[in-house]
């Protein structure tokens, strides 16, 4: 997320309570998770295992629960629970706006756009040319829809990241990391009935130009789709996985988290991605391999239930 204006290190300091490593006078230009970082962002880091990710990635600023000397070009913010710093930011600027309207008046819609009743559009959405949104379909804050975009009914593009960090103390709950990002669907998409589309943590989900969805497909947090691709019905995509152009996934495939699906893959219905896979090849089973050889073995496998050699 982009700040709309940046914001001092002294005033991120006041805010979190936390204690400067590094340049008092630098500016934050922006929050964002660690994959997603550039120069001028903010982002967190609360266990050993990920500091030197953080500490090298292009972030120009770490919350981190440990005291040491900034590397070169960048500020640390020592704080005890990071997490709890990183939220307390999201919610100060990207705070809940309540609606009051179905329809917001912060909302941007094209010409020739059309929306059927009881369609929820949140504040400052923009949705381009020559759309059909059907009933019931909820759109929240920030979104962006391309051109010539079909959303059929009972969609929820928007939604909060599945995103929670667990505590024990005083008792064992989840804790909730605030979503601040977006879902950005661009042009010629067509989504199926009762699609839900998390939006980014921090960043973007996007569906690429041309992509179709056909029924109650989830796509997680950060995900990123490619142009042209297509994912038939009860698929689940989990966050921060990348799809690249015209891959299919047929019906029911699960897709595992922080993972590359390569160009022209095609993944068989009911199939587990448990690892990312190469482009233009077909994919069967769980975990997923190339369908060729899962065929190959389950013939095998029935050979010898039957007795046969």
């Given at each position: 997320m982009k700040l709309i204006s940046p914001v001092s290190v002294k005033d991120i300091a006041a805010l979190t309570n936390a204690e400067i490593i590094g340049d008092p006078n630098a500016q934050v230009r922006g929050i964002n998770e660690i994959h997603k970082v550039v120069e001028g962002d903010l982002t967190f880091v609360d266990h050993p295992k990920y500091y030197e990710k953080a500490l090298q990635s292009a972030a120009s600023f770490v919350?981190?629960?440990?005291?040491?000397d900034?590397?070169?070009?960048?500020?640390?913010?020592?704080?005890?629970?990071?997490?709890?710093a990183y939220v307390s930011l999201v919610k100060r600027f990207r705070p809940f706006e309540p609606a009051n309207k179905s329809i917001a008046e912060s909302a941007i819609i094209g010409e020739g756009t059309h929306i059927q009743p009881n369609v929820f559009i949140g504040n400052n959405v923009k949705i381009g040319k020559g759309c059909l949104i059907h009933a019931n379909v909820s759109i929240y804050d920030h979104c962006e829809i391309g051109d010539y975009v079909i959303i059929q009914s009972g969609c929820v593009i928007g939604g909060d990241a599945f995103y929670f960090k667990k505590r024990t103390t005083p008792h064992t709950f989840y804790d909730k990391l605030e979503s601040c990002g977006r879902v950005i669907i661009q042009d010629y998409v067509e989504l199926g009935a009762s699609c839900t589309i998390?939006?980014?943590?921090?960043?973007?989900t996007i569906i690429g130009w041309g992509s179709k969805l056909d029924n109650q497909v989830h796509v997680?947090?950060?995900t990123v789709?490619?142009?042209?691709?297509?994912?038939?019905?009860?698929?689940?995509i989990a966050g921060k996985t990348k799809l690249e152009d015209n891959v299919i996934l047929w019906g029911q495939v699960g897709v595992n988290k922080d993972l590359v699906i390569g160009e022209g893959a095609v993944v068989l219905g009911q199939s587990g991605v448990t690892k990312s896979i190469e482009g233009g090849k077909s994919y069967f089973g769980t975990p997923a391999q190339e369908s060729k050889a899962k065929l190959k073995e389950m013939a095998i496998l029935k050979r010898f239930a039957e007795g046969k050699q």
């Open positions: 919350i981190i629960n440990q005291k040491m900034a590397p070169a070009g960048k500020t640390l913010f020592y704080h005890v629970d990071p997490f709890e998390d939006k980014g943590v921090s960043g973007d997680g947090h950060g789709i490619g142009k042209n691709c297509l994912i038939a019905a009860q698929t689940g």
